[in-house]
């Protein structure tokens, strides 16, 4: 597992700003060697926290296929935070689909 999370580190870093513009949510995930993981990271300083949902469709061990999704919230400064995290699975139907929304503070 520890190599799982070098290489999508690497990824992540590699991959970097190659999103369209003004995005503040940069996400990057890998299947492989029995596990997979989501990362994400807060890239836009002046923008608001962010909640987000995704979806991902992973083939499992046993031939099967599981779509995995979730919410999460991701405050300005956050680097590399491990959304999803799980086992089973030996490569990806998709890539990851991550939708996120800034957050307006009400004053």
């Known amino acids: 597992?520890?190599?799982?999370?070098?290489?999508?580190?690497?990824?992540?870093?590699?991959?970097?700003?190659?999103?369209?513009?003004?995005?503040?949510?940069?996400?990057?995930?890998?299947?492989m060697l029995g596990g997979a993981q989501l990362v994400c990271s807060h890239v836009a300083p002046k923008a608001p926290t962010q909640f987000c949902t995704y979806s991902w469709s992973l083939h499992s061990m046993n031939n099967g296929q599981q779509t995995v999704e979730g919410s999460f919230m991701l405050p300005p400064g956050a680097k590399n935070v491990?959304?999803?995290?799980?086992?089973?699975?030996?490569?990806?139907?998709?890539?990851?689909?991550?939708?996120?929304?800034?957050?307006?503070d009400h004053r």
């Not at 992540?12 to 949510?25: I, R, S, T």
């Not at 491990?82 to 307006?104: M, W």
């Open 1 to 31: 597992m520890k190599r799982l999370v070098m290489v999508s580190t690497a990824f992540f870093l590699v991959a970097g700003h190659a999103g369209a513009e003004g995005k503040a949510v940069e996400c990057a995930g890998m299947a």
């Open 82 to 104: 491990t959304i999803y995290q799980g086992n089973g699975f030996d490569s990806a139907y998709s890539n990851p689909i991550v939708l996120c929304r800034g957050r307006k």
